[in-house]
T-cell receptor, first 108, second 114 residues
């Protein structure tokens, strides 16, 4: 059974700091997605990673994929309060298998 | 708006009642997915359609749940004899082509069973 694990599950960080969220998965896949979810809302697509070594950046967020290690990372640079949300990675087989989510809270 | 739409956005029902949700995918998208998300968890796959054919159902989809996509366009998800454990956000997504293509999510239907 495919498993997707994220860590940490909860992250409280100060504005201006850097941190990385990790996503490990248990089967071969070369397609991985990162989503943001605000409380009570649906999923907002952040990044689509389609191959080994893929790196994408948008603002203060950067995502990478290592298919050999079955690992993706979401790096946060100089966090701001607006980044507070829950972040999910998801592996695409013939459906999406989501990670457990990382709840990010950025405080002043 | 050409995105995925879902109706209703919120539903409150009493235990034992039946409920039906609707999802309208992006036009021309042949694949349509249903996911369920309970509080504090990631979304979990329920079922998906390719055109009008339902190709896979999760073990989460008990016999109280039924989904249809009669003309390969919109889809409905019905829950019969609702239970409090059915309280969740029900998300619909659609994609074009095969499973490799990105899924686009609708706003979700939040179900509360009292």
């Amino acid at each position: 059974e495919l498993k997707v694990e994220q860590n940490p599950l909860f992250l409280s960080m100060q504005e201006g700091k850097n941190y990385t969220i990790y996503c490990n998965y248990s089967t071969t896949s070369d397609r991985l997605y990162w989503y943001r979810q605000d409380p009570g809302k649906s999923l907002e697509s952040l990044f689509v990673l389609l191959s080994n070594g893929a790196v994408k950046q948008e603002g203060r967020l950067m995502a990478s994929l290592d298919t050999k290690a079955r690992l993706s990372t979401l790096h946060i640079t100089a966090a701001v309060h607006d980044l507070s949300a829950t972040y999910f990675c998801a592996v695409n087989t013939d459906k999406l298998i989501f990670g457990t989510g990382t709840r990010l809270q950025v405080f002043p | 708006d050409t995105g995925v739409s879902q109706d209703p956005r919120h539903k409150i029902t009493k235990r034992g009642q039946n409920v039906t949700f609707r999802c309208d995918p992006i036009s021309e998208h042949n694949r349509l997915y249903w996911y369920r998300q309970t509080l504090g968890q990631g979304p979990e796959f329920l079922t998906y359609f390719q055109n009008e054919a339902q190709l896979e159902k999760s073990r989460l989809l008990s016999d109280r749940f039924s989904a249809e996509r009669p003309k390969g366009s919109f889809s409905t998800l019905e829950i019969q004899r609702t239970e409090q454990g059915d309280s969740a956000m029900y998300l619909c997504a659609s994609s074009l082509g095969d499973f490799k293509n990105e899924q686009f999510f609708g706003p979700g239907t939040r179900l509360t069973v009292l």
